[in-house]
């Protein structure tokens, strides 16, 4: 009304109240400007945090592929792909499982390729360490490459020793069943690709952006500070950040949502104000508290149940480490039921009164409802509450950072379903973990980025896809 | 506002107060880096040096020594604790952001390997201990009779620690750690999970090993002690230092020459370290 014309009146009933005016604006317009402005500043923070997120990982795929470049070029890759040799020949002796003499003699016929290893690896070693201190317009080392892949020859000598070794072995060892002689058969029959693949390598072939990408997303093997060289593969820490999020809502889902049904449908009034508030209390725990319940509490308790007798046929018991992915996964669990429970909650309640008083209406007893028509028009609602619980335990940092055993390696799915009780590292707690020891700016700086970044999609498309899901299977609201 | 005048004045008393606080701050000393440094040792130096110089306060954070060095470089501490040497590429960061790293070796101490006290073995080769904690021997059996039986559970300190590099690099070849060790962030928290895990293994400093459930194993027949490190018998001591921005200055500089001085040495001595004379 004010700002309006106001009719002229005579001089002795005319108006003088001044209408309070902030900044030029009146009150009403003030207060819309106020709130309209605290919205805007949230969107723009938003926008300030995704753009910060871009700008400084996106820097990590032209170092990675710089990193990746000096790694050829230097005869380090050529000394790792001989490397791989030794492993599978350690790898091999371990699952052979060779005792005595023929353990021995095993073990000694590694020892001149091992010892060719060590002299190139350190000689390409001492290249990539020159080129990574070398000032600008000095000579590089490059060129001693070629001196490096020139040994070749002394590559296949040794690999022909090694092949005669293990023929001995063969031969001398009657006990040697039938199945560990084919897997030497195999093992002897891959020297011929590794040797092609030697003598294939190429140290100025160029590498591409692709393959710097492909290098963090599938890489197998997170290793930092290593004298060797830095590796920045993602896999390991994705499935650790999976394993203790299905195990998490493997617990919480039925959990959850059975006591969001049973709350909403089956209890009483009594019961449901006790329930309600008690699931929604534990929504108020710190995190941190949880995870240090976790180490002082609940991994001690885990494992003493692991070890009793009559429980040892469940997969994976008894195990040793106190802190894994199932201790981890419990405090996850604990942590995503109230969200669940709320939400789910939530949409069990606005089913509209007139589904279920039909169903009464047509004869069906309460369970019968409840199971047949309330759940399943609820279900966009629980679905949603699942996904955002799943948001919610992907992201959760301390419980992982302190319960989960940091164990960056991807966890051995050959035990089944005994994975769980293996030591785990997340996404989240790399982050956490490496962040106070990185300087702005460097490789490892901004492949920890990458990693948030990462978390920051996932967990940007589970709330997209919950928005999505709960708003098209909407139910129009019958009154 | 009723009166514009109050609102003013609360302004000004809020900028006076923040005025005043970094003259309060001018007495903080801010130490970070070393879990092995700082969890035990600084802060009880830390504790004498206050009882004798009231006045001073302390910001301890022990994190890892490379986020010592880290802070220094970035300008958030005033002395950085390192259990290792700083690296070249650390150096050379320094040097881009005119940071002069400059070391001071405080105490020696030695990386003690330590066991569940329910292992019978007693001692270890050096080869042995390389062949454990790169992953080559993965099971109590492979060391041979004496061992208990069952996988080998490794314990570790995490990428920001310097005991980890110097373990590395004095015990295991500059190999590479095995993928199925466990990362903990300090000794502690290695000597609770070993004391915990009968097929348990770890590395902590001298100052831990005197823990219930855990015991120490000996290294070719040397154990870790005062003794064994100033002989130099013990094959993994390392030197633990202290690091400033070129001279230190000031409160940094008096608190560095308390620890240097006998005073200092005995509390090094006390807390299970190996004082620098």
């Given at each position: 009304?004010?700002?309006?014309?106001?009719?002229?009146?005579?001089?002795?009933?005319?108006?003088?109240?001044?209408?309070?005016?902030?900044?030029?604006?009146?009150?009403?317009?003030?207060?819309?400007?106020?709130?309209?402005?605290?919205?805007?500043?949230?969107?723009?923070?938003?926008?300030?945090?995704?753009?910060?997120?871009?700008?400084?990982?996106?820097g990590f795929f032209a170092q990675q592929r710089a990193e990746l470049t000096r790694y050829r070029r230097s005869g380090v890759e050529f000394v790792d792909l001989l490397r791989a040799q030794e492993k599978a020949h350690g790898e091999l002796g371990?699952?052979?499982?060779?005792?005595?003499?023929?353990?021995?003699?095993?073990a000694d016929a590694i020892v001149p390729l091992r010892a060719l290893l060590g002299e190139l690896g350190e000689w390409a070693l001492e290249i990539k360490e020159s080129e990574e201190s070398r000032a600008d317009g000095a000579p590089t080392r490059f060129g001693e490459v070629a001196e490096i892949t020139a040994q070749y020859p002394k590559i296949e000598d040794t690999f022909g020793e090694l092949t005669a070794q293990l023929?001995?072995?063969?031969?001398?060892?009657?006990?040697?069943?039938?199945?560990?002689?084919?897997?030497?058969?195999?093992h002897l029959s891959g020297f011929g690709a590794t040797l092609a693949k030697l003598r294939a390598w190429d140290a100025e072939k160029p590498v591409s952006g692709w393959q710097a990408a492909r290098s963090f997303f599938f890489g197998r093997q997170w290793l930092t500070a290593s004298f060797w060289q830095d590796f920045y593969g993602v896999v390991p820490?994705?499935?650790?950040?999976?394993?203790?999020?299905?195990?998490?809502?493997?617990?919480?889902?039925?959990?959850?949502?059975?006591?969001?049904?049973?709350?909403?449908?089956?209890?009483?009034?009594?019961?449901?104000?006790?329930?309600?508030?008690?699931?929604?209390?534990?929504?108020?725990?710190?995190?941190?508290?949880?995870?240090?319940?976790?180490?002082?509490?609940?991994?001690?308790?885990?494992?003493?149940?692991?070890?009793?007798?009559?429980?040892?046929?469940?997969?994976?018991?008894?195990?040793?480490?106190?802190?894994?992915?199932?201790?981890?996964?419990?405090?996850?669990?604990?942590?995503?039921?109230?969200?669940?429970?709320?939400?789910?909650?939530?949409?069990?309640?606005?089913?509209?009164?007139?589904?279920?008083?039909?169903?009464?209406?047509?004869?069906?007893?309460?369970?019968?409802?409840?199971?047949?028509?309330?759940?399943?028009?609820?279900?966009?609602?629980?679905?949603?509450?699942?996904?955002?619980?799943?948001?919610?335990?992907?992201?959760?940092?301390?419980?992982?950072?302190?319960?989960?055993?940091?164990?960056i390696a991807?966890?051995?799915?050959?035990?089944?379903?005994?994975?769980?009780?293996?030591?785990?590292?997340?996404?989240?707690?790399?982050?956490?973990?490496?962040?106070?020891?990185v300087a702005?700016g460097t490789i490892h700086y901004r492949a920890?980025?990458?990693?948030?970044?990462?978390?920051?999609?996932?967990?940007?498309?589970?709330?997209?896809?919950?928005?999505?899901?709960?708003?098209?299977?909407?139910?129009?609201?019958?009154? | 506002?009723?009166?514009?005048?109050?609102?003013?004045?609360?302004?000004?008393?809020?900028?006076?107060?923040?005025?005043?606080?970094?003259?309060?701050?001018?007495?903080?000393?801010?130490?970070?880096?070393?879990?092995?440094?700082?969890?035990?040792?600084?802060?009880?130096?830390?504790?004498?040096?206050?009882?004798?110089?009231?006045?001073?306060?302390?910001?301890?954070?022990?994190?890892?020594?490379?986020?010592?060095?880290?802070?220094?470089?970035?300008?958030?501490?005033?002395?950085?604790?390192?259990?290792?040497r700083a690296r070249p590429a650390e150096l050379s960061n320094?040097?881009?952001?005119?940071?002069?790293?400059?070391?001071?070796?405080?105490?020696?101490?030695?990386?003690?390997?330590?066991?569940?006290?329910?292992?019978?073995?007693?001692?270890?080769?050096?080869?042995?201990?390389e062949q454990?904690f790169t992953g080559d021997?993965?099971?109590?059996?492979?060391?041979?009779?004496?061992?208990?039986?069952?996988?080998?559970?490794?314990?570790?300190?995490?990428t920001?620690?310097?005991?980890y590099a110097?373990?590395k690099a004095l015990a295991m070849n500059k190999r590479d750690y095995a993928p199925?060790?466990?990362?903990?962030?300090?000794?502690?928290?290695?000597?609770?999970?070993?004391?915990?895990?009968?097929?348990?293994?770890?590395?902590?400093?001298?100052?831990?090993?005197?823990?219930?459930?855990?015991?120490?194993?000996?290294?070719?027949?040397?154990?870790?002690?005062?003794?064994?490190?100033?002989?130099?018998?013990?094959?993994?001591?390392?030197?633990?230092?202290?690091?400033?921005?070129?001279?230190?200055?000031?409160?940094?500089?008096?608190?560095?020459?308390?620890?240097?001085?006998?005073?200092?040495?005995?509390?090094?001595?006390?807390?299970?370290?190996?004082?620098?004379?």
């Amino acid at each position: 009304m004010r700002g309006l014309s106001e009719p002229k009146n005579p001089p002795a009933f005319q108006i003088h109240k001044r209408s309070r005016r902030i900044f030029g604006l009146s009150r009403e317009e003030a207060i819309r400007a106020f709130f309209g402005g605290q919205a805007l500043v949230a969107v723009v923070v938003l926008a300030l945090i995704t753009v910060f997120l871009f700008r400084e990982g996106f820097g990590f795929f032209a170092q990675q592929r710089a990193e990746l470049t000096r790694y050829r070029r230097s005869g380090v890759e050529f000394v790792d792909l001989l490397r791989a040799q030794e492993k599978a020949h350690g790898e091999l002796g371990r699952r052979l499982g060779l005792r005595g003499e023929a353990a021995d003699r095993f073990a000694d016929a590694i020892v001149p390729l091992r010892a060719l290893l060590g002299e190139l690896g350190e000689w390409a070693l001492e290249i990539k360490e020159s080129e990574e201190s070398r000032a600008d317009g000095a000579p590089t080392r490059f060129g001693e490459v070629a001196e490096i892949t020139a040994q070749y020859p002394k590559i296949e000598d040794t690999f022909g020793e090694l092949t005669a070794q293990l023929g001995t072995i063969t031969e001398s060892s009657p006990g040697l069943s039938p199945e560990q002689r084919a897997q030497l058969e195999k093992h002897l029959s891959g020297f011929g690709a590794t040797l092609a693949k030697l003598r294939a390598w190429d140290a100025e072939k160029p590498v591409s952006g692709w393959q710097a990408a492909r290098s963090f997303f599938f890489g197998r093997q997170w290793l930092t500070a290593s004298f060797w060289q830095d590796f920045y593969g993602v896999v390991p820490l994705f499935t650790g950040s999976l394993l203790v999020s299905a195990i998490a809502l493997g617990l919480a889902v039925p959990l959850g949502l059975g006591a969001a049904i049973y709350v909403s449908q089956i209890a009483g009034a009594r019961e449901r104000s006790v329930i309600k508030p008690a699931i929604e209390f534990i929504a108020a725990i710190p995190s941190v508290v949880l995870g240090f319940f976790g180490i002082a509490v609940l991994g001690q308790a885990l494992r003493a149940l692991s070890q009793v007798e009559w429980l040892a046929w469940l997969p994976g018991f008894p195990y040793a480490e106190r802190l894994n992915a199932l201790t981890a996964g419990c405090l996850l669990a604990l942590i995503a039921v109230p969200t669940i429970f709320t939400l789910a909650e939530d949409a069990l309640a606005s089913v509209p009164r007139a589904l279920k008083e039909g169903s009464y209406a047509l004869g069906a007893r309460r369970m019968q409802t409840v199971a047949r028509v309330i759940v399943p028009s609820a279900l966009s609602g629980m679905v949603s509450a699942v996904l955002l619980g799943l948001g919610r335990v992907i992201g959760e940092t301390m419980v992982v950072l302190l319960c989960a055993g940091n164990r960056i390696a991807i966890p051995d799915f050959s035990a089944g379903l005994g994975v769980v009780t293996q030591p785990v590292h997340t996404m989240t707690g790399i982050i956490a973990q490496e962040m106070g020891e990185v300087a702005t700016g460097t490789i490892h700086y901004r492949a920890l980025f990458v990693v948030g970044l990462l978390l920051f999609l996932i967990a940007l498309t589970l709330n997209y896809s919950a928005q999505k899901i709960l708003g098209r299977y909407r139910l129009p609201s019958l009154r | 506002m009723k009166n514009p005048l109050r609102l003013l004045s609360f302004l000004a008393a809020g900028f006076a107060l923040t005025a005043i606080a970094p003259a309060l701050q001018a007495q903080k000393l801010v130490i970070k880096g070393s879990d092995t440094l700082g969890a035990k040792l600084v802060p009880t130096i830390a504790e004498d040096y206050r009882a004798l110089n009231p006045g001073r306060s302390f910001e301890i954070a022990a994190e890892g020594s490379s986020t010592g060095i880290a802070a220094l470089i970035s300008g958030t501490a005033d002395i950085g604790m390192s259990s290792r040497r700083a690296r070249p590429a650390e150096l050379s960061n320094g040097a881009a952001k005119g940071v002069t790293l400059r070391p001071l070796i405080v105490c020696y101490d030695g990386i003690a390997i330590i066991v569940n006290a329910a292992n019978p073995i007693t001692t270890l080769t050096k080869r042995q201990v390389e062949q454990v904690f790169t992953g080559d021997l993965r099971s109590w059996d492979d060391l041979g009779s004496g061992a208990a039986s069952g996988p080998i559970s490794i314990y570790t300190r995490n990428t920001a620690s310097g005991t980890y590099a110097d373990f590395k690099a004095l015990a295991m070849n500059k190999r590479d750690y095995a993928p199925s060790s466990q990362k903990l962030a300090g000794n502690e928290q290695i000597v609770a999970e070993v004391a915990a895990n009968p097929n348990g293994i770890g590395y902590v400093g001298l100052a831990y090993i005197n823990a219930p459930g855990v015991k120490v194993v000996a290294i070719e027949g040397d154990l870790p002690s005062k003794e064994s490190v100033l002989a130099n018998r013990y094959p993994y001591a390392r030197p633990n230092f202290f690091y400033t921005n070129g001279e230190p200055q000031g409160e940094a500089a008096r608190f560095i020459d308390y620890v240097l001085s006998e005073a200092g040495q005995q509390v090094v001595e006390r807390v299970g370290f190996v004082p620098v004379r």
